[in-house]
């Protein structure tokens, strides 16, 4: 069992930046590939950004060059930096761990809130 605890979500203006972090429980963190998705109010979750254990990294086209992910396994985190943030990126964002043997786990969210 994975437990995930996200952290970082606020309110910004565009054009501003925020840094999510992804705590996670467990000692073999760095086995599981890490993901950083999104819901906004009415449209279905989708992926944001994903990180294998590896580090191969992989973003959606709506915030390739905004957004970063990285992950520092030594201390069981994965992080979201996001820069030049726009009224479109407002959601929830959730933390995701896949064990690459089709098992995820999720954290409760954190809600971004950008204005224009």
């Known amino acids: 069992q994975v437990q995930l605890v996200e952290s970082g979500g606020g309110s910004v203006q565009a054009g501003g930046s925020l840094r999510l972090s992804c705590a996670a429980s467990g000692n073999i963190f760095g086995l599981y590939a890490m993901g950083w998705y999104r819901q906004a109010p009415g449209k279905q979750r989708e992926l944001v950004a994903r990180?294998?254990?590896?580090?191969?990294?992989d973003y959606a086209d709506s915030v390739k060059g905004r957004f970063t992910i990285s992950r520092e396994n030594a201390k069981n985190t994965v992080y979201l930096q996001m820069n030049s943030l726009k009224p479109e990126d407002t959601a929830v964002y959730y933390c995701?761990?896949?064990?690459?043997?089709?098992?995820?786990?999720w954290g409760q969210g954190t809600q971004v809130t950008v204005s224009s």
């Open positions: 995701n761990a896949n064990n690459y043997n089709g098992v995820d786990y």
């Open positions: 990180i294998t254990s590896g580090s191969s990294t």
